[in-house]
């Protein structure tokens, strides 16, 4: 379910450029620590963090670009200062209007001389989204609409930069940039029946991607996914506000229901001819990832069946549409889908990541699917693989080696030796962003309470070349406020499993003195290698920042990694299978119960929050385990698997029909009748992943068992819950709930 804790952390960690108030104490109150406050975490920049805005690595190695004050400049990446504008933010702007273009984002074509922005950007669900394109020649200076249809989705350059592929209402369209003549791949689209080049509802949440065509190396082909959601069910979601609500009803699976039949298909852009790939015979399956493979006319399809624990990679000729299987790859619970599979320059071999050792590690097979070698073994798991070096025959990766807690890039050689890491000192989380030759790297690092600090560095070497930003005015800011310090710490439940945890307490903490402690929780399994932890070594964000209030208050603040969570191999995250709710219930009442042994902590005041999983875990903590939480807030959760949809849904219970013990035995739904403490239930009306239904169904079955609770909705919000004021209200409610039931 992607509907998770990280899709709140992206909000949390807001980019931008650090907008700090000038603070010039006097000396009388140079001393005085400034109290947190939610104004200053929800509304206003105080604590904004700075990023390095639309960079991208151009062809020369020697330079990056990024968007500055409008304008689009080139910067030496040796010495990180720029060399050209080379397009001014005057030169965006359009004949007759009065400023130029806001642009969201751009991308070049292959030799630099045109360039695609993007402006006017509206999202649609998690993933997707519509905008205006504009195609900027260089040489001409002339700024073009790339088309005048309506807005455009995904647009991208051919690999030879002659033309741009796009979606448009379903269809898939190509534009010839020399005559800016606009082609139809496609014509058969229908909203809430037929989709070509984008992804449905559920592959967009579920597989991680919106975008649905795929240019050729050789610029020659388009392949393209089409979604046939005919036989999906709608959902209706009211959308209030005007005389009467409208409805916006779009396809969505719940667990057990159909999918969408999909298929995919190879058009060539000479001919005008479309050839559809065979996928085999059984409709009720999954494409989770179509690619191009190094070798001319030759597609990379990958076959899921429907309980997922089955994935083939199939071979195609994209000009006669036959395929051939030539890899399986197999898991008893589910096998895991993400973006590691690597087709190697030369078209002879191919590196792919598996965790059929246990461990999520790297793979080096031939084109026929043979295996070669495993290049990484140990109790330890790849997260990302970040690039590749023919020359050296390294490849770049980022995994848990040193901690679960933690990130970090290392690099080892196609013949399995010389395994290194690149950046020795430090520990915390590195995100990693490296140049297509691997000569440099854009490593974003973070740790525990400490914001992000962005560099450009060696690739081989992790030597620095120029720190991007440091964030040094967040610390600064951050410096005149009394923080507790974030403390890990494990421990062993009755059962003999090791948990990992942090804790903030109080800056004044004194052990003498009892406390009450709010836990936080998430819980869930991720998508792939994404994490679903919260218990990470990087900066927390808007949501650390809030904890901290909290203990500001004289709370300490705990998060407790259940079962069933990334980063410590495949025995851990998928013990939870086939029975959501239980292990990771058993884990967070042991937390609880650990943590009222300790001698500063009050065990008759300890309450839960957490959002969407986490929300799920709150609510069954308040009823499977009333005994133990004082209070709860559980914010947009899922109450009854049964309403939640099938990829992500039945990956981790399968389908309702085949285990409907695993539905309804930690289905908060079932437990109402043993809520004692005091609960708070938040939901968004809006909310496209995670249905105001859940909360509904909660409520009316605490109403028929005669509990007590409160609720709080949120109009039109979708599931992050945000915008305008949103935030603030919502953290200022939560705030209050706590202090006055905790």
């Not at 504008?85 to 630099?112: C, H, I, M, R, W």
């Not at 360039?115 to 905008?131: G, K, N, Q, V």
């Not at 597989?207 to 046939?228: C, E, L, R, V």
């Not at 932890?533 to 603040?557: C, F, P, R, S």
Request: net charge neutral.
């Amino acid at each position: 379910m992607r509907f998770r804790f990280l899709a709140l952390a992206a909000l949390l960690a807001a980019n931008g450029p650090a907008l700090v108030p000038s603070l010039t104490p006097t000396l009388a109150h140079a001393q005085q620590k400034l109290p947190l406050t939610l104004e200053d975490i929800w509304a206003k920049p105080t604590f904004r963090a700075a990023a390095v805005p639309g960079f991208n690595w151009m062809n020369d190695g020697r330079y990056y670009s990024a968007l500055d004050a409008g304008s689009l400049v080139q910067y030496e990446v040796t010495t990180g200062k720029p060399v050209q504008t080379l397009v001014t933010a005057a030169e965006l702007q359009l004949p007759g209007a009065d400023k130029p273009l806001a642009v969201d984002g751009y991308s070049f074509n292959a030799n630099e001389q045109k360039i695609l922005f993007t402006t006017a950007t509206e999202p649609i669900y998690r993933r997707s989204a519509r905008a205006s394109y504009y195609v900027f020649d260089r040489g001409t200076k002339k700024l073009t609409p790339l088309s005048t249809g309506g807005k455009q989705g995904y647009a991208t350059y051919s690999p030879d930069g002659l033309r741009v592929a796009f979606t448009r209402d379903n269809n898939v369209y190509v534009t010839d940039l020399a005559t800016m003549q606009e082609t139809a791949v496609t014509n058969n689209g229908v909203k809430n029946n037929l989709i070509n080049g984008s992804a449905d509802w559920v592959y967009e949440e579920e597989f991680g991607f919106a975008q649905g065509f795929f240019w050729s190396p050789d610029s020659k082909q388009i392949a393209y996914y089409t979604f046939d959601e005919s036989q999906v069910p709608e959902y209706d979601m009211q959308e209030w506000g005007g005389l009467y609500p409208k409805e916006n009803r779009f396809k969505y699976p719940k667990a057990g229901e159909k999918n969408s039949v999909v298929s995919v298909s190879s058009y060539d852009v000479a001919s005008a001819r479309t050839t559809k790939m065979d996928v085999g015979p059984v409709a009720d399956q999954y494409i989770p990832r179509v690619q191009w493979t190094q070798v001319p006319n030759t597609l990379s399809i990958q076959r899921l069946n429907r309980l997922q624990n089955k994935l083939e990679i199939l071979h195609g000729d994209a000009a006669t549409g036959k395929t051939k299987v030539v890899l399986t790859d197999t898991n008893p619970a589910y096998v895991e889908i993400n973006d590691d599979l690597n087709y190697l320059a030369g078209g002879k071999q191919f590196l792919f990541t598996s965790e059929k050792d246990g461990y999520q590690h790297l793979y080096l097979h031939d084109m026929d699917g043979k295996q070669v070698r495993q290049l990484t073994k140990g109790n330890w798991e790849i997260s990302a693989i970040n690039g590749f070096d023919p020359k050296s025959g390294f490849v770049y990766f980022t995994s848990t080696e040193g901690s679960a807690l933690q990130r970090h890039l290392y690099r080892i050689g196609l013949n399995g030796k010389g395994k290194q890491r690149i950046i020795e000192a430090g520990n915390g989380i590195d995100v990693v962003n490296m140049s297509p030759d691997t000569k440099y790297f854009l490593n974003t690092h973070s740790s525990a309470g400490v914001p992000a600090v962005v560099s450009l560095r060696e690739g081989s070497s992790g030597k620095l070349v120029k720190t991007l930003e440091d964030n040094a005015k967040l610390k600064q800011t951050l410096a005149q406020y009394d923080l507790g310090k974030l403390e890990f710490f494990s421990f062993k439940t009755s059962e003999g499993v090791d948990l990992n945890a942090y804790m903030i307490k109080p800056s004044n903490f004194d052990p003498a003195k009892k406390y009450p402690v709010l836990m936080h929780v998430y819980g869930g399994p991720s998508f792939g290698t994404s994490s679903s932890q919260t218990v990470l070594d990087n900066y927390g964000g808007a949501n650390y920042l809030w904890h901290q209030m909290l203990a500001e208050k004289g709370y300490i603040v705990v998060s407790v990694e259940n079962r069933g969570t990334s980063g410590r191999g495949s025995a851990f995250r998928k013990a939870t299978y086939a029975n959501l709710g239980k292990l990771e219930t058993i884990d967070q009442a042991e937390g609880a119960k650990y943590l009222g042994a300790l001698p500063y902590v009050d065990k008759s005041r300890i309450g839960i929050w957490g959002w969407s999983y986490g929300g799920y875990m709150t609510s069954l903590a308040m009823t499977k385990n009333a005994d133990l939480f004082k209070m709860g807030i559980a914010v947009a959760p899922v109450t009854n698997w049964r309403y939640y949809d099938t990829v992500y849904t039945e990956r981790y219970l399968k389908t309702p029909q085949e285990n409907p013990g695993g539905y309804d035995d930690n289905s908060p739904v079932q437990f109402a009748q043993n809520m004692k403490g005091k609960f708070l239930l938040v939901h968004g009306t809006g909310d496209d992943n995670v249905h105001f239904q859940n909360s509904i169904a909660f409520v009316d079955a605490m109403i028929k068992a005669n509990k007590d609770y409160q609720t709080l909705y949120y109009p039109n919000r979708n599931h992050g819950i945000a915008g305008g004021n949103t935030r603030l209200h919502l953290y200022r409610q939560m705030t209050n709930f706590v202090t006055q039931n905790l």
